[in-house]
């Protein structure tokens, strides 16, 4: 039992914010999501869908409607944050969100550093954490110092990820260059594009040696929930977003990851994701994020409710942490994986048997909820025919 008045304002309404806005609506809180498009959240029963401005190109009227929603709401909501704009937004604006809504977010300073993936790795070395040999790339000149000073292929991604997004969608994370003619030809057209970037040593090993580190510290320090998990399948392969996952018990993950939530002096919603590198035998920092992340309802599922938890401490509920969680529990996005599939099995490495093994066990389908059906419906309808056409496309080439 606990004190449930207080309502939620969830900040954006993609695939990540569905998971927290399901969590919170079954405990019969009260929510409401935001964002500038109707993404797959704005469809829930559990979510109510409101659409506001841009929180960065249209930042002024933006800070305007959600002041006008706050306003309306006799309570001061608690707020969530799922995706990287609004990160950017609070992280400019955290004055305005301390006045308005109750959180326990990482600090604005911090979330500001972390948003720059180059400031990232520094913050990794300087905690003592493993991480792939690093450069960045600001302009052309930068380009020629580096090209032949790394090993390669090497992965080129942005220094800044809204940048990034203007130009790519959200699952291009970057690209694999494999020698100092392709860096210099993809490098110049991104600089171009005035995309900062960085250049970084590629860790060759399966799909399914990365892993990742979710947690929740309280305001004083303290570890309320640590939940690891291991991507199973990954799209596009092999640099792409977890399109199926798994629930992992990896206490040297869990080790290492605190290493670097301690020594920074991360407080809230965070996750880390690490890959195991063959070569040395150690798991190196591929991304540090200081907000929810795509699959966090697995980890609601498997009996650590991030949102429940974030929720009753901005509320001063106090909750107890939760030291276990279920195993072997398998996370699916059903439309991302069927690509996921058809691209390893173009370049050989998986067969339509194997797909169907690695899905096999206890599971639960991203999207696709018996108590909140719209945001699948919504997903199944919306394309129908271009899917077809996909997958009779690929069966048949």
Known sequence: MFNKDCPAVILGLSETALGVGRSLGRYGITVYGISYHKEIGYYSKFIHGILLPHPI??????????????????????????????LTFYSKNNSFIAHYFQTNLPDAKLVETISDKYSQYE???????????????????????????????????????????????????????????????ISTRLVEKEIRLIVQELIRSPDDHNYKLCVYISAKGEYKLAFTLRKIHQYPIHYG???????????????????????????????????????DDKLKLIELNPRYWQQNSLASFCGMDF??????????????????????????????????????????????????????????ISNLSWD??????????????????????????
């Open 57 to 86: 190109l249209q930042e002024a009227d933006f800070i305007e409607s959600l002041r006008e929603l706050c306003q309306q709401i006799p309570i001061k909501p608690v707020l969530f944050i799922t995706s990287d704009e609004y």
């Open 307 to 364: 949102p429940l938890m974030d929720y009753q401490e901005a509320t001063g509920q106090s909750p107890d942490g939760i030291d276990s969680f279920r195993e072997n529990v398998k996370w699916v996005n059903l439309s991302l994986d069927i690509d996921s599939y058809f691209h390893y099995r173009k370049e050989g490495t998986m067969t339509l048997g194997r797909w169907l093994r690695d899905l096999k066990g206890e599971r639960i």
């Open 123 to 185: 913050l990794a070395i300087k905690s003592g954490i493993d991480v792939p040999n690093t450069l960045l790339v600001n302009n052309t000149s930068d380009i020629n110092y580096i090209k032949d000073k790394m090993v390669y292929p090497v992965f080129v991604k942005a220094q800044d990820v809204n940048a990034w997004r203007k130009v790519f969608t959200g699952k291009n994370k970057g690209f694999v260059i494999n020698d100092e003619k392709e860096l210099t030809e």
């Open 241 to 279: 977003i977890g399109s199926s996952i798994e629930s992992y018990n990896y206490n040297q993950l869990k080790d290492i990851g605190q290493q670097l939530f301690s020594s920074i002096a991360y407080r809230g919603v965070g996750s880390a994701e690490f890959k195991y590198d063959e070569k």
């Open 372 to 397: 909140d059906t719209k945001p699948f419906l919504k997903l199944l309808i919306s394309n129908p025919v271009g899917r077809m056409k996909f997958v009779v496309r690929k069966l048949f080439a």
